[in-house]
Structures are given as C-alpha cells and as structure tokens.
C-alpha cells in the first residue's frame, strides 16, 4: 500500500516563497520518479515539475521555470518543492504523484495573493 501525504502549503502574499513536502510510504519511492501536480479552480491538472527516482533528473513547467525547484531524500522518502517568487498565478491545490501509477497525495492548498 502507497500512501502520500502533502504538507507545506498556505497563504503566502506575491513574491513570498513556500516549500511543500511530500511523504510517502510504501515499496515504490525510491525506485519511482516523482511528480508535482497542481489544479486550479475550473482548470485541469497540469505538471509542475518532476524528479527521477535518483534525483539527476529534473524537468520542469515552462512557468515555473527559475522559481520552482523540485528535489528528494530517499532516505527519508520524502519529495520537495521549493518555491520562490510566487505569483498568484501559482494559486492551487498542489499534489503529488508517483509517476507511472495511480498513487496520488490529498493535495495541499497554495494561496498567493496579490
């Protein structure tokens, strides 16, 4: 059994930074590239950025480009996703997701106002 568990999110005025953690548990983490999602209100779900399981990989949204920096600790199987100069653009629910499966976190809400 896989579970993911987001924490980090939160109100945060324009220009603000935030990091969001994502705990897994179970067989995959650390043979499974990892994924930031997030979702808008009315949008669909789109990628933010993603790692590979050994983290010398990492690609990202051509919007969050320069600001937003994915990374991991197998060891403490754990997923981050630093954030900086945060738009309010960036306001979302924030998932993350072992890429390949089904395995999503319950999301975590980011607010940024303006």
């Known amino acids: 059994q896989v579970q993911l568990v987001e924490s980090g999110g939160g109100l945060v005025q324009a220009g603000g930074s935030l990091r969001l953690s994502c705990a897994a548990s179970?067989?995959?983490?650390?043979?499974?590239?990892m994924g930031w999602y997030r979702q808008a209100p009315g949008k669909q779900r789109e990628l933010v950025a993603r790692i590979t399981s050994g983290g010398g990989t990492t690609n990202y949204a051509d919007s969050v480009k320069g600001r937003f920096t994915i990374s991991r600790d197998n060891a403490k199987r754990t997923v981050y996703l630093q954030m900086n100069s945060l738009k309010p653009e960036d306001t979302a629910v924030y998932y993350c997701h072992v890429e390949t499966t089904g395995y999503w976190g319950q999301g975590t809400q980011v607010t940024v106002s303006s």
């Open positions: 179970g067989p995959f983490f650390v043979i499974r590239a």
